[in-house]
């Protein structure tokens, strides 16, 4: 069992900065893949970045790339998501999640055993 509490979210001006984290608790977190999600109202929740457990291989979604940042700290089992550069489009809940079995479908969101309770991230224009 892992629990997941994600931090860092907040109000921030168009091309400001926020760096959330999500702290897990239990144990073997360097094995777990690793994932950031968020949702906006009325839309689906949808991938942002994620960090494989092996080699920390990270992937992102193509409207986040080059902005946000995804690593983890295995020491401290917290992974975080640098987001640079927002825009009010990147307004909605994130969500930390943890993949126990990764098989490469890091995009997808049914492949994530444990998920935290989310934070709000709003970016004015």
């Known amino acids: 069992q892992v629990q997941l509490v994600e931090s860092g979210g907040g109000l921030v001006q168009a091309g400001g900065s926020l760096r959330l984290s999500c702290a897990a608790s239990?144990?073997?977190?360097?094995?777990?893949?690793m994932g950031w999600f968020r949702q906006a109202p009325g839309k689906e929740r949808e991938f942002v970045a994620a960090?494989?457990?092996?080699?920390?291989?990270?992937y992102y979604r193509d409207s986040v790339k080059g902005r946000f940042t995804i690593s983890r700290d295995n020491a401290k089992n917290t992974v975080f998501l640098q987001m640079n550069s927002l825009k009010p489009e990147d307004t909605a809940v994130y969500f930390c999640?943890?993949?126990?079995?990764?098989?490469?479908?890091?995009?997808?969101?049914?492949?994530?055993?444990?998920w935290g309770q989310g934070t709000q991230v709003t970016v004015s224009s």
């Open positions: 999640a943890a993949d126990w079995n990764y098989s490469g479908d890091y995009w997808w969101k049914g492949a994530y055993d444990y």
């Open positions: 239990g144990r073997a977190f360097s094995s777990y893949t």
């Open positions: 960090i494989t457990w092996s080699h920390s291989t990270t």
